[in-house]
């Protein structure tokens, strides 16, 4: 959807043909969904650029861009890329969209790995437009900026990841939070549920449309150095805190999922997950908006 | 604004009187504006509930909650808190809205501190609802559950501190971003611009409506058990290696600085915090908006 609402023409192949068949259908649900929304300029032309493959041959013929998505593991990955770079024309690029191997990892074995890097988006991403791009030192700069072209023209908003770390740059951010959440809760400061509302209720509210330093940087009258010498201690003795605080118990997952059950029963998530998408939809469409009014 | 919003007769005091006259015009400006969003029914009505005192005695007299905000230090609040403590009726709750001093510190030598806690709000408050309600081991529960109730009916999203932590949670969950922020940045693995877009333009869409906990109990077919049985020795491994990180650099400050400054010149800091609480209202009427649609 992403890189046919950027005007591409998009082949789908996965190893199990009945996959791109329903693929195909989510998309041809969602597309109109996103054109009622405000999101897209034309669903049924958007639609009619994305076909599907019989094969992966016939999917890699004449591509500039190939994005894998199989299951998160290392050695299919290895394998498949393998095939990908046997049949792909030479200057394509290629990428994965893996969360958390490194590209060290899944490309280095390749001949043309110089060509190769990570885009690792959000789910999901015709919603997100985050992308972190991350090659390996073999990767060469020259596909890392043909790949932000990309992604930018297709409606993204590309990062780019300087060097390999594990968990890039949004995960690192993400899990930040997540260990100090599961400490706060764990140690009976405060339940899952309010802590949940520090963040939607109010530190999520700014970063939902500036990140954690724009919003420090107007959080002390002369800016973010000004910031830092009026916080800078605080924020170094918390984070030495948090650095030694006893890890959070093994029994995490099962004291979190009585208080969420409790919340969502089993048989609702399904249910909430569609919630979450009609809401990142209203939301996408909200800032499209906010961000034609007020430039900045 | 918060309080008269609720329905309560609000009484400003200020040791300089020109800064109630300051503080009105402000409410005067702010109020019609919330109604135009739909975020208040009527300004007029609104604003005629608040009133100046000439005096602290006059500001107290016959009050049922009372919310500090002086400057951020321990003696002037322990100071100014004497006082209140002596011209308040006998049963009112003396709140606190410090971010960073912890309640055993500022009220511990009340001789009426079991009525004494912090509620700690993020600016601006009538547009961010959440407050972080803490007490210290003195204060009275019953206290709490009435600060609880009077905040939640003044539309604010209160949430408990059940033992005092230095940051409450709000900001220990910013702080953690934070330090691992600087550290990225400090390391060259990432921009600020760019770690700034992997938050609004990604984790921060979810977060605006959904807390963390919310978020992964979504990202596991099973929900957050699931979710932790998947991830949680890589959120351990990431958490270590921030953990053992070195510390981020004392010039920190100064090299934020020349990226932000680039980006905003220090005469437009004044537009940006506008264009940020006009956002923030945006964002407050979408919210609003979703949740008569969407009850969750």
């Known amino acids: 959807m992403v890189f046919a609402r950027g ?48 094969d992966l041959a016939q999917a890699l013929a004449g591509v500039d861009f190939i994005q894998e998505n199989i299951v998160e ?45 990570v885009s690792h988006p959000l789910n999901p991403p015709h919603l997100a437009p985050i992308v ?14 043909r790949a932000r072209d990309f992604m930018a023209g297709c409606g993204m908003s590309p990062i780019i990841v300087k060097r390999e770390i594990e968990g890039f740059i949004l995960n690192r951010l993400q899990l930040a939070v997540l260990n100090e959440a599961f400490r706060l809760i764990a140690d009976d400061y405060v339940s899952a549920e309010d802590l949940d509302k520090t963040i939607k209720d109010g530190l999520a ?7 954690p330093i724009e919003t420090i940087d ?4 002369d800016g973010v150095a000004d910031y830092l010498e009026r916080y800078g201690p605080t924020i170094r ?37 569609q919630w979450r998408d009609r809401r990142m939809m209203a939301l996408a469409a909200h800032k499209r908006a906010q961000e034609r009014k007020t430039p900045h």
Chains 1, 2 share one sequence.
């Open 7 to 54: 005007g591409h023409d998009v082949v789908l192949w996965d190893q199990d043909p009945a996959q791109v068949e329903k693929a195909k259908g989510h998309i041809a649900r969602t597309l109109p969904e996103m054109q009622s929304a405000g999101l897209l300029e034309d669903a049924e032309s958007t639609f009619r650029r994305i076909s599907g493959a019989a």
């Open 73 to 117: 593991r290392a050695e299919p990955k290895k394998a498949l890329f393998t095939e990908v770079e046997r049949l792909a024309p030479p200057n394509a690029i290629i990428s994965s969209s893996t969360s958390a191997i490194m590209p060290s990892i899944i490309f280095g074995e390749l001949a043309t790995r110089r060509r190769c890097l």
């Open 132 to 145: 972190e791009l991350c090659g390996a030192d073999f990767t060469q700069p020259d596909v890392i900026s």
């Open 205 to 211: 509210l700014r970063w939902s449309f500036m990140g």
């Open 218 to 221: 107007l959080n002390a009258p």
């Open 237 to 273: 003795r918390v984070g030495h805190s948090q650095s030694a605080a006893e890890p959070w118990p093994e029994d995490m997952g099962a004291r979190l999922d009585a208080e969420r059950r409790a919340a969502v029963p089993r048989e609702k998530l399904g249910d909430a997950t």
